[in-house]
């Protein structure tokens, strides 16, 4: 038995293959105008789960199903354990009309790496695991990177499955109609290293024309649901001075969280999703319901950053005479990666002769929930003008394949490699 | 055979009828909240249509239906026709959660009215017609007052019934479906004089405790659609220097239409309706569509404000590098209404021992379209804090009453009346 180096290893990524499967799932949910829409658990995330499935198996991995139905394929080292496993994952959900790569790429990826070592007739020293996690997105459920969280002991199992959907369906009900409710207990895998190969969905990587990002931390993630109880009143007979318009204290919220953003150095607010009641032409809203994803690379900018909104609604409140409630839907606070990991990145890119460059990821990844128990790492690639969660998300083959390469050299580099057939 | 004056009349209004009335049409579309809705032709519409159709039918009305769904029922006068008649008419459709009385309320104090006739056993000399116009909210159809302006001969017939409604389904469908398609042709019932007795909707007869309103002018009402068109990125990972955010945009339109609002003397402005594409909560809007409701009592400030509307619409555009589209959905000039009518309706109310006042309508109401045809007048009584298009919407019975006997004074003294059995 000879341990495999990045310098003798004679594992290759099939390219080809590689690409082919991230254009097959990517048409998995895919609608007419070139979008798709792959929301946690839905029938077009089962129809995707059961294309990996079966990649999975061709490639001979043992796959395990968690009760929140994680997808694990595993590739057994010199033992028949998942003992001080390596874990490359990531997720193949969407948001609606999402792009290709995001989850997709990293998880296609991890699979490609096990596909090198059986193509190679290698068997590694420690056991791969090619993870998929479940509801990464958070879009149909919250909070989102569930799976991860669930994975890793953030939550209880029966919480998650008693989440309500935003279509008003029980994740459990959901996870049980597709038949992924599986019964493998999590921390049977648990990893001891974890790495995520991830488009950057941010501008930085393509626009100074960076081949790798290697990350170094993640930003901290606070997602508020927020209703305002107004008056419904007659749009053409009341005064201002008379009405309270919860969709007017709406606008003056989203107005006043894009100055927030611009006042601060790192932080980001979105309000993308916003319903009007009773949502008619001419009454005053009586109800406005809206989210707020506030991120900051820093802790204690996102705690002042929420504590300035609630100082805000407050005011607004008195102001506008309206009633303001705030949810909390989900709250993680900034990672900061393995440091010996990231150097690993940064090494295999210098051999492999890409620039690279440590960055920040502004998206949640389910690599933060991991760095909460093994250490963990996250590769970037460019994504073509910062794009994402948009039909339009665009990395070249080259660049993907680029950072395929990475993680192959990372990940066989830490999982040692025999000549042994399988 | 002797002409009635409100002198010598013996006509009196059924009060406890009317209130019952009033009391069984509010409950025809009630959720267990308290609000109704009968969005015009849903199935609660049919309901209330076929609940009044009876009602006219048990005082022996000639019943009409016109081929958009109005309902006419028809006292004839001295000859078996509509010449020279009196009409006094509202509707019976709702918003969505509304309150018991706008429309209703003067639907059935027309039919009071004929009511009157029927048990002091009279014959009016000149025809008189209650009518029931379709669609006057305009939540689900658009435009609104969409009954009285077809009578009125403002829209084509396949024009209205090309209508698409807010649930996808056109208002032909609608119309048939629910049986309400008639075949009068409504230039039959074209009538000299048109009555509209309804809730104020505003908080003025009832701030100043008045008990009858006597309306001058009806304000002109702009309506319009604005889809603003973005681009769908990462909320986690976009700057805002290079987010092209929809709902940021239409945001800032809130709030700049109420400073509009409050820097004009009478403009109202209104948001009631908005929609987030892709609506998710990780997602910066890529779309966002809304409507606008715009009144003023004089012409030339109206244009004014749909003018600075624009401008700051061309702004933004380029500020925010959005799209922006903006169709008119209705637009209406301001209404003066017919001065001896309402001189006739002071009088009465001063006869009757009730204060009055001149008051501008701030809604919309099908009288608005009469007076394009004829000699028309609204009298209003008080709505409790100005509230409607709420289920909190509330006049008093006495208050609602007192509308009714001034109603009836003026229709009786302009109808005439003979002795003789019907």
Redesign the interface.
Known sequence: MSVGTPGNTRLEIDETLLLKQIELLGKVGIDPSGGRTRLALSEQDKMARDLLQQWMKELALDVKIDPLGNIFGILYGEGDSCANALMIGSHIDT???AGPLDGVYGVLSGLAVARAFREAGMRPIRPLIVAAFTNE???RF?P?MMGSLFFTGGIFLDDALAAKGSDGVLLGDALRRIGYAGGTDPSLVLPAEYLELHV????VLDSIKIDIGVVEHL?G?S?KQIEISG??????????S?RH?A??A???I??FL?EL??ASENT?T???????L?????????KAVF?V?M?DPDEGRLVDGEEKLLAFLRELQMEEGVGISVET?ARFKPVRFDSELAAAVEDAARIRGFSSMRIV????HDAQMLARVCKAAMIFVPSQD?????PAEHTTDEQLLRGARVLLDVASERLGHTGSSL
């Open positions: 948001v609606i009309n997105e958070g879009v919250q989102d950057e969905q941010g501008p930003q993630i997602w008056t419904a009143n007659h749009a053409g007979t009341t005064p201002v008379m318009d969709g007017y709406a606008a003056k989203i107005v894009r953003a611009c980001r979105t309000v993308g999703s916003l319903r009007f009773p949502d008619a032409i001419n009454v005053i809203p009586s989210t994803d991120r839907l990821s502004g998206a949640g910062g794009i994402s969660h948009n």
